[in-house]
């Protein structure tokens, strides 16, 4: 069943279901038609108990009144089935007919029969309806037995069950050819966006599936695949763009370092000029260290997962050991790094790592377009139910369109910048995603020429935030 086509499915369901149908109809209708014509045959019985009660009251008025067996002989001989019945005391002894053996006896019940009993009995080789019924006749209590055939009745169900299972084998046959149809004529849409999705790869992102006018499931599922498709197309798109750049980047780097080693193992130099060679390849190294290390994030995880070990942390130190790191380059681009810290310590959970990552990743971007002479300032404070670490510096700041979309994976914003300044777009990106993962909240405030300002908040923890 699991290796069945949609519309191999669809049609077996219809036909099951068609099945179940004419199933239930066949044994409702069948046992209407036969409690029909047995409640028909109980009326037909008391009628009969009637009759000749009625014939008997007749015979009565005659005169001279005929003795009650010539009456009940009378009786048999003018009415139809007047055989099928018997008169027994209220011990059980026969009254009328004096004997009865063979197959027209009737075996009378167990039951007292003060109201009418009935009961299937075969008599004369045939089925037949029994009556026992507790009566008068004559002003002596009798038990009144009346007997009717149920061939006919038989004969009716039979024809009918018949019936029923001749056209039973036709419409479930014709519910298949139905249900292939109408399966098939339902899955149209389906096998349009099929096709359509076939001619769609990574060379043809911009194809789209067709969406059905009609307001249903599958409408939702053309344009919830045409979405993503979309998404699918940006992120190519950009991840395309950001290889191509990478790559670019990566050869000039690695050009103007075997470039510069090689001219300084070919030609003698001063002191100062190999200096300044051994300054160029630290350069494009730390360059190339940038891109490899978002090439690495990016190659772990679509949505940078990380496994996170959280444990106590000291902000100050780590606003230190960051500063630390990057004051030698700072120096050298003649910017002023200053950091404030409070008096007292300021303990987080967190992932260190990451934390001084995240820290990083701001004070590089701080240095990257601060010109020189410019300064950059980490500060570190706490307030009641926040921690807030801020790097602000008085670079060259960026529009308020660039501001909306800063965070955002492989995002750029000044072509122009770019050409003199190394990027990935996935710096703020990674930033975030950590920002997140700490449950803090990570800001920017900026304007043209006027610098840029970070903020990080972190909630003041007093456990691991992953068991909260």
Not at 63 to 92: A, C, K, W
Not at 141 to 153: A, H
Not at 283 to 305: M, V
Not at 314 to 330: A, F, I, P, Q, S
Request: charged fraction near 20%; include cysteine.
């Amino acid at each position: 069943m699991r290796d069945l086509s949609v519309r191999a499915k669809l049609t077996l369901l219809y036909l099951a279901v068609t099945f179940a149908g004419l199933l239930i109809f066949g044994i409702l209708s069948y046992g209407a038609l036969r409690f029909a014509l047995f409640q028909g045959k109980k009326t037909h019985l008391m009628g009969r108990e009637q009759r000749l009660i009625q014939f008997l009251a007749e015979n009565k008025v005659q005169s001279p009144p005929l003795p009650m067996s010539e009456q009940l002989r009378n009786y048999t001989i003018v009415t139809h089935e007047g055989n099928l019945f018997e008169i027994r005391n209220t011990d059980g002894s026969l009254l009328f007919p004096r004997e009865v053996s063979g197959p027209d006896a009737i075996s009378p019940t167990s039951d007292d029969c003060t109201q009418p009993v009935f009961f299937f009995q075969t008599l004369g080789h045939q089925p037949a309806m029994v009556m026992c019924h507790l009566t008068l006749l004559n002003g002596q209590p009798v038990r009144l037995l009346i007997g009717g055939s149920l061939e006919e009745e038989f004969n009716i169900l039979l024809r009918y069950r018949n019936a029923l299972l001749l056209l039973a084998p036709a419409l479930l046959s014709a519910a298949a050819i139905c249900g292939y149809l109408l399966s098939r004529q339902a899955l149209k849409t389906v096998d349009r966006m099929t096709k359509a999705a076939i001619n769609i790869g990574v060379r043809n992102l911009s194809g789209r599936l067709p969406v059905p006018s009609a307001r249903d499931e599958i409408q939702e599922l053309a344009i919830a695949w045409n979405q993503l498709l979309d998404r699918v197309q940006s992120a190519v798109s950009r991840l395309s763009k950001f290889s191509e750049d990478v790559s670019h980047d990566l050869r000039t780097s690695i050009t103007v370092i075997l470039g510069t080693a090689q001219l300084s193992l070919h030609r003698r130099h001063s002191e100062e000029e190999y200096r300044e060679d051994l300054t160029r390849v630290v350069t494009e190294c730390r360059t190339a260290s940038t891109l490899l290390d978002a090439l690495l994030s990016l190659a772990r995880s679509e949505t940078f997962s990380y496994e996170t070990a959280f444990q106590q942390i000291n902000l100050c130190d780590l606003v230190v050991n960051g500063c630390r790191r990057v004051e030698d380059l700072t120096e050298s681009k003649g910017i002023m790094l200053d950091w404030h810290l409070p008096h007292e310590p300021i303990y987080i959970q967190g992932d260190e790592l990451l934390l001084l990552r995240l820290f990083g990743i701001l004070l590089d971007n701080a240095i990257k377009y601060t010109p020189e002479g410019g300064e950059i300032i980490a500060t570190l404070s706490q307030t009641n139910d926040r921690v807030v670490l801020t790097v602000s510096d008085t670079g060259i700041g960026m529009s308020e369109d660039v501001l909306k979309h800063v965070f955002e994976r492989y995002y750029q914003g000044d072509l122009r910048e770019r050409q003199t300044q190394p990027g990935n777009g996935l710096g703020l990106a990674i930033a975030r995603w950590i920002a997140d993962a700490h449950r803090a909240e990570l800001t920017a405030e900026s304007a043209p020429i006027a610098g840029s300002l970070f903020q990080i908040r972190f909630p003041v923890m007093a456990s691991n935030p992953l068991e909260a």
